[in-house]
């Protein structure tokens, strides 16, 4: 069955650095997302992706976000300079050609900022 | 904006007990979708049920079952004969409509705990 695969499963970094965050979306889908969940807490809307562009962003999602899908197979969220309170567990989520589709989630990357 | 309130935070019961999560949404669109995710300890979210808001007949899988009122704006799941295996973070959503692109708004999450 196909899946959404995510890498790294764990990242540790220090405070101000780079991270990338990793997804493999399943491959017939033209719909794209990135959520996060600070742990205890709800799962929140980061950003949503499609035919190469931003769709939709929260307000969580300011200028050290970006998000990218270089090679029309992975697709990224880089985090510029991160910060403690970008500590938390990040989704990737990918869909059909349809709005409403069901949205299957990757197993998530948790980055943990020191 | 879209809002979804999930007034239980943790649920405690005893294997084979049932139990229903609450969940009520807000929004102003008249085409959304509603859903239901497991959050086991491993951390994966695990869909479990899309219901448009056209369709307000209520679904039975298995030992899982689903009650959408519109009039009141909830979309309750039921566990019936609770298992050890059902501990795990429900968290309802909305996908709400216009050119969203099928951005889901979460719940808070209910903490189910099934003791054996």
């Known amino acids: 069955e196909p899946e959404v695969t995510q890498t790294p499963s764990h990242q540790v970094t220090q405070m101000g650095q780079e991270v990338i965050l990793r997804c493999v979306p399943i491959s017939n889908h033209l719909y794209f997302y990135w959520y996060r969940q600070i742990l205890g807490q709800k799962v929140e809307f980061l950003v949503s992706?499609?035919?190469?562009?931003?769709?939709?962003k929260s307000e969580i999602f300011d200028d050290q976000f970006s998000v990218e899908r270089p090679d029309g197979s992975n697709f990224t969220l880089k985090i510029r300079s991160t910060k403690l309170e970008d500590s938390a567990m990040y989704f990737c989520?990918?869909?059909?050609?349809?709005?409403?589709?069901?949205?299957?989630f990757g197993p998530g990357t948790r980055l943990t900022v020191l | 904006a879209q809002k979804v309130t999930q007034a239980q935070t943790e649920i405690s019961v005893v294997e084979k007990e049932d139990v229903t999560l609450d969940c009520v949404y807000e929004t102003r669109d008249t085409t959304y979708y509603l859903f239901w995710y497991k959050q086991p300890p491993s951390g994966e979210l695990v869909f479990l049920i899309r219901r448009n808001s056209f369709d307000e007949q209520n679904e039975i899988s298995g030992r899982y079952s689903w009650n959408f009122q519109k009039s009141t704006s909830s979309f309750n799941f039921t566990i019936t004969a609770s298992q050890v295996v059902d501990s795990a973070v429900y968290f309802c959503a909305l996908g709400a409509g216009g050119t969203s692109y099928g951005k889901l708004t979460f719940g808070q999450g209910t903490i189910l705990t099934v003791h054996p």
């Open positions: 989520a990918s869909s059909g050609g349809q709005e409403y589709n069901e949205q299957f």
């Open positions: 992706f499609y035919n190469n562009e931003i769709s939709e």
